[in-house]
């Protein structure tokens, strides 16, 4: 399949024109990868069945895993939802456009095809511009994954969506304004008390700042997942976020983390490996052996948030064996830093 790949300017009418090309492909069944707020998104017509099934063709993703509805117009959460929640108003209000998804029961409209079978429905109403005049232009709901092929760290720049998704779509919209970094915050309104299913940049204390109680998954609420829990949201179940080398997390007092890494970094290269280092700002200059890359600063963990996958990506194409990377606090959005951070480690934690 030849992609086409459009590049987003500062030419309001070239843009205009990747918007309707788009649009065009959208609601003829084809499929566009395009940015978001948070990572890539890989878009078809939620309604066209055929047009999901090409997205699960191909992410090469597990069809029993739900996709996202991305829609432009806050009214249109009742075209989706038969049951909007006075939680769903309230939250829709506070935070959209915006890294939020909320899980509500479906219209029977809705195909079970982008649910998994399940009788709720995920919708966002993303705040990037180019993803927000792409849905418009349109004019269908956009179902959504993020653009990466299944299994991969998401895609933050146009750079990982052409080299997960050249010859797999119709068109990737390139524009490197994805901000965020994680995918959004999801929380799950159609069950009696709302429930936090995937950690992002809206916090649990921001949601129950506007809610009061919020649950939090027992599948993602620690390091360790335990025995017999399983996340309800499908996707939270698989290896997700991984890069081909072994990745694991050093925890610690800071000068202890420096110094194990270090330890380990030495062993790997003596073992013979390629070793890489996500190193921060504050720690930089601290490792003298390996690649080592800065993923951001302790002190902002939205820098963090920004570079993960870039960095973890990039180690990929170095062909590294092993990755040690620094823990980060979970304030903000640290939670969801350590959240993809842990996946990606398959939980290999060290303590310094
Ligand atoms: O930021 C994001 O959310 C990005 C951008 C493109 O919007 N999208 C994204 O989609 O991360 P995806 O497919 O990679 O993750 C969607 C997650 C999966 O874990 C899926 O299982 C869960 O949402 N999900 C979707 N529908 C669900 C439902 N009805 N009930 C529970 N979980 C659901
Ligand atoms: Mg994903």
């Given at each position: ?18 918007f ?9 069944g084809?499929l ?6 948070t ?30 509805v991305h ?13 909007v ?14 890294p ?8 029977p409209?809705?195909?079970?095809t ?13 705040v ?10 349109s ?8 653009a990466?092929l299944?299994?991969k760290?998401?895609p933050?720049?146009a750079s990982?969506c052409?080299?997960?998704l ?7 919209i ?7 970094g994680?995918e959004s ?7 009696e008390?709302p ?12 949601l ?11 599948a993602?609420?620690?390091?360790v ?6 996340p309800?949201a499908?996707?939270m179940k698989?290896?997700?976020y991984a890069?081909?080398?072994s ?13 194990k890494i ?5 062993e790997?290269m003596k073992a ?11 720690t ?6 390996g ?5 951001g ?8 948030a920004h570079?993960?996958f ?8 170095l062909k590294?064996?092993l ?5 980060f606090s979970?304030?903000?959005v ?9 996946k ?9």
């Amino acid at each position: 399949m030849n992609t086409i790949i459009a590049q987003i300017t500062q030419d309001p009418l070239e843009n205009e024109k990747i918007f309707a090309q788009a649009g065009e492909i959208l609601r003829a069944g084809g499929l566009v990868a395009f940015p978001t707020e948070t990572v890539y998104g890989l878009g078809g017509d939620a309604f066209d069945e055929d047009a999901a099934r090409k997205i699960y063709a191909a992410k090469g993703r597990p069809s029993d895993n739900p996709l996202i509805v991305h829609i432009a117009d806050k009214a249109d959460l009742y075209k989706l939802s038969r049951e909007v929640t006075k939680e769903a108003e309230l939250l829709s209000e506070k935070f959209w456009p915006g890294p939020l998804t909320m899980i509500l029961k479906k219209q029977p409209s809705v195909p079970s095809t982008i649910t998994g079978g399940l009788d709720t429905v995920a919708i966002r109403m993303p705040v990037h511009k180019t993803a927000m005049e792409m849905i418009k232009a349109s004019g269908v709901y956009v179902a959504a994954p993020s653009a990466n092929l299944s299994g991969k760290p998401s895609p933050t720049r146009a750079s990982h969506c052409i080299h997960d998704l050249k010859g797999r779509v119709d068109m990737i919209i390139a524009d490197d304004t994805v901000d965020i970094g994680v995918e959004s915050t999801i929380i799950d309104l159609s069950s009696e008390v709302p429930t936090l299913l995937r950690p992002g940049y809206i916090t649990l204390e921001q949601l129950q700042e506007v809610l009061g109680h919020v649950e939090v998954d027992p599948a993602i609420k620690g390091a360790v997942v335990p025995d017999g829990v399983v996340p309800k949201a499908p996707g939270m179940k698989y290896k997700h976020y991984a890069p081909d080398a072994s990745l694991s997390i050093v925890e610690g007092e800071p000068d202890a983390v420096v110094a194990k890494i270090n330890e380990l970094v030495a062993e790997g290269m003596k073992a013979g490996k390629k070793v890489g280092v996500m190193a921060t700002e504050e720690t930089k200059g601290r490792y003298p052996e390996g690649i080592v890359r800065i993923v951001g600063s302790h002190k902002d963990e939205a820098t963090v948030a920004h570079n993960l996958f870039a960095v973890l990506r990039e180690f990929d194409e170095l062909k590294v064996d092993l990755i040690y990377s620094e823990g980060f606090s979970t304030e903000a959005v640290g939670t969801a830093v350590m959240n993809r951070l842990i996946k990606a480690a398959g939980h290999t934690i060290i303590m310094a």
